[in-house]
């Protein structure tokens, strides 16, 4: 498969750390109190105590790797949950990790070498993944109970940032993505907001060895026309590749061949 060009460069360590609790909270917040057996539309045959359960697992899991420094894959994922025996408690049990997760994400050095399966070998990469694992669950969570969501512009933009660079590598769980090829087409994904976003984009050629993001051109260069675009809001965009929107919504201006997009979620769903 061939290798990613990174569109763009990771915030701050010091934002996502502050963002995952932030994001945590707000999780927690959002599923305290609701009917844990209530379905999750945007994750199919997962109730909320089963979210719930994933993401206080994830951020515990995620942990432990860095607290180990891992440098090579893990055998095991078993890790120390503390999970309550009653569904109803889960909420709590989320947000009492919430100092935990902080205690080490403040005690990692983002750049210490560390074994990672995306494209950054280094402590960071968790600390981004976890918060982009965090951010699209708490939208799964207040769609499952009705709420209004919100994703910050600039948060969002980064988040498809992660998305697309790691792609390539999400082979390991995500089979279906080292079939995605095509035959030198670009796929092209451009921010529309007004705020922090404005003008990002990000173009993925497909190519018949596999994919890759490409880098962004310079200012004075003009990138070839694309097979496909789509243009919307970071948060669209955002929840449109992790599957929870669809290309077809009126949110989305959408120009080209609609079956390279066709192609494209339908080998990237994980």
């Not at 995952?20 to 109730?47: H, L, M």
């Not at 719930?52 to 420094?69: C, D, E, P």
């Not at 070998?121 to 699209?136: D, I, N, Y």
């Not at 512009?153 to 095509?182: H, I, Q, S, W």
Request: charged fraction near 25%.
């Amino acid at each position: 498969m061939a290798t990613t060009g990174g569109a763009g460069h990771p915030l701050p360590y010091d934002t996502y750390r502050e963002a995952i609790e932030r994001e945590t909270r707000r999780f927690a917040e959002t599923v305290s109190g609701a009917d844990p057996t209530s379905a999750v539309p945007d994750c199919p045959d997962w109730t909320l105590a089963d979210l719930t359960r994933h993401v206080g697992s994830l951020q515990r899991w995620f942990s432990a790797l860095l607290t180990r420094r891992v440098q090579e894959p893990p055998r095991s994922r078993e890790v120390e949950l503390g999970l309550p025996e009653h569904a109803r408690d889960y909420a709590g049990w989320v947000m009492a990790g919430v100092p935990e997760v902080a205690a080490v994400l403040g005690d990692t050095d983002p750049d210490a070498a560390m074994w990672a399966w995306g494209e950054d070998q280094h402590a960071r990469f968790w600390a981004r993944r976890m918060l982009f694992e965090t951010l699209v669950h708490r939208v799964d969570a207040e769609r499952a109970v009705g709420r209004e969501t919100d994703v910050d512009p600039a948060l969002a933009a980064d988040g498809v940032d992660e998305f697309l660079v790691n792609l390539p590598y999400a082979g390991l769980f995500a089979p279906g993505v080292t079939k995605l090829r095509g035959d030198g087409e670009t796929v092209a994904f451009r921010c529309t907001d007004s705020g922090g976003a404005s003008g990002e984009e990000w173009r993925v050629r497909l190519d018949p060895d596999g994919f890759r993001l490409l880098p962004r051109p310079g200012a004075d260069a003009t990138p070839g026309p694309d097979a496909v675009a789509v243009r919307g809001q970071a948060a669209d965009l955002l929840l449109l590749l992790y599957g929870r929107r669809s290309y077809q919504e009126p949110v989305f201006d959408v120009s080209g061949e609609t079956a390279v997009l066709d192609r494209w979620f339908a080998h990237t769903a994980f």
